[in-house]
């Protein structure tokens, strides 16, 4: 235990004990900015991805509503009218339809007159999926976001930790008493391998 205490109340141990933590201070400062950047540029691309919804989803309702009438329309000619299933694809009195609408919903009124706009599946699914994707996409793009603030939010505050352990030893570096030094020294290096416990579960980012 004696020769603990010596080892504790080294200049030469407490010195290179300074450079370790001051290390790990600017090793915790430097990744914090950088887990920082990720998540702001992160938050930016989301926000992009989510305008990007809100326009894929206003067109898509747009369309959709100006189908529905188009449809109601072609429901008339093709059972009230009795306009052939053949001619109704070039009907000029129903032909305000959007490129979906004649790409996927005509198949579904021509195989059942009776159907509605919203049981066609494949004209559903090309209006709706691509605002889905996007949504997903900024969705995932937000965690993301998050993950990379969390990081550097602990980063921060490993930077703090390590700096209370510099002052600690700072203080032991220029006082005379064996005992406060070891206490000290003791109390910094607790601190540092909590940090660096921390530390190596935050994943390493390169500028």
């Known amino acids: ?28 400062g430097v990744q914090s900015s950088l ?3 990720v998540s702001d540029e992160a938050l930016t691309n989301y926000q992009l991805s989510l305008g990007e919804a809100n326009r894929l989803w206003i067109t898509a309702e747009v369309k959709y509503r100006d189908d529905l009438s188009v ?34 919903a005509m198949t579904c009124l021509v195989a059942k007159e009776t159907s509605q706009l919203p049981d066609c599946k494949p004209y559903m699914d090309s209006l709706y999926v691509p605002y889905g994707k996007v949504f997903n996409e900024g969705e995932k793009i937000l965690r993301e976001s998050e993950t990379a603030g969390k990081h550097s939010d602990r980063l921060q505050m490993l930077t703090a930790l390590f700096a209370v352990s510099l002052f600690m030893l700072g203080i032991a570096s220029i006082i005379k008493r064996q005992s406060l030094i070891c206490s000290l020294a003791i109390f910094s290096i607790v601190i540092t391998l909590f940090g660096v416990v921390i530390l190596a579960g935050i994943p390493v980012l390169t500028a």
């Not at 235990?1 to 915790?28: H, R």
């Not at 429901?75 to 996927?104: A, H, P």
């Open 71 to 104: 449809w109601k329309d072609k429901q008339v000619r093709l059972i009230i009218d009795g306009i052939s299933k053949d001619e109704i694809y070039g009907d000029v009195q129903t032909s305000n339809g959007s490129f979906e609408f004649y790409e996927s």
């Open 1 to 28: 235990m004696k020769k603990l205490f010596t080892l504790l109340a080294n200049d030469i141990f407490i010195v290179v004990l300074l450079g370790i933590v001051s290390t790990a201070t600017a090793w915790s």
């Open 35 to 37: 887990h920082g950047g």
